[in-house]
Structures are given as structure tokens and as C-alpha cells.
């Protein structure tokens, strides 16, 4: 099982995006889900993270930015991205926390132009 971003593109520093994740309720129901981001040359990196009662965590990077919600009805999770920056350019992904191999899919690629 495969767990599909969606939503990147291509937008202008200061700019916004919504990236979206379905998954299986068998994956969503009990596990914390986060969005992951590899940037070219870079490790993959966990920039947030939702746990199944609603807290969030997020790397200093993007906190006061970016938010991480979830719709339990829709197992469906979601980055609001704003104020992006050209550092954000990566490809994005969603995973549990920690990640499993499976479930890791093709990531949907940010790009943020200065």
C-alpha cells in the first residue's frame, strides 16, 4: 500500500499550496501520519507531524507556517503551506511516524520560485 501526495506545483515565494494524502482507514485509524520533504541533494526530513487525538509537532523550519490537519471521516491528511520560501522547493510525501518502506509513494514536487 502505497500512501499518494497530491497538490504540489509550482508557486512564487510568499506564495501558498495545500498538499493532500488518502490513505486506507487501516492506516490512518492508529498511527500518527506526517509529511516528510527530501529537497534535491538533501536528506528526506520530517517537517510535521499529527497524532491521532490532533496534536501537531513541526521542525522549526516551518513552524509559524505551515499546518497539519487531518479529516478522520475522509482519512485524509493535509499540509496548508504559506508564506512559502524557495528553501521549500522539495518533493513532499506522507507517511506514518515513524515511516514505513511500504507505504512510501512518488511524493508530489513544491517548487517555490524567488
Known amino acids: 500500500v502505497q500512501l499518494q501526495a497530491s497538490g504540489g506545483g509550482l508557486v512564487q515565494s510568499g506564495g501558498s499550496l495545500r498538499l493532500s494524502c488518502a490513505a486506507s482507514g487501516r492506516i490512518f485509524s492508529y498511527n500518527i501520519m506526517g509529511w516528510y520533504r527530501q529537497a534535491p541533494g538533501k536528506q528526506r526530513e520530517l517537517v510535521a507531524r499529527?497524532?491521532?487525538?490532533?496534536?501537531?509537532n513541526y521542525a522549526d523550519s516551518v513552524k509559524g507556517r505551515f499546518t497539519i490537519s487531518r479529516d478522520n471521516a475522509k482519512n485524509t491528511v493535509y499540509l496548508q503551506m504559506n508564506s512559502l520560501k524557495p528553501e521549500d522547493t522539495a518533493v513532499y510525501y506522507c507517511?506514518?511516524?515513524?515511516?514505513?518502506?511500504?507505504?512510501w509513494g512518488q511524493g508530489t514536487l513544491v517548487t517555490v520560485s524567488s
Open positions: 499529527i497524532f491521532s487525538g490532533g496534536g501537531t
Open positions: 507517511n506514518t511516524v515513524p515511516e514505513r518502506i511500504a507505504y
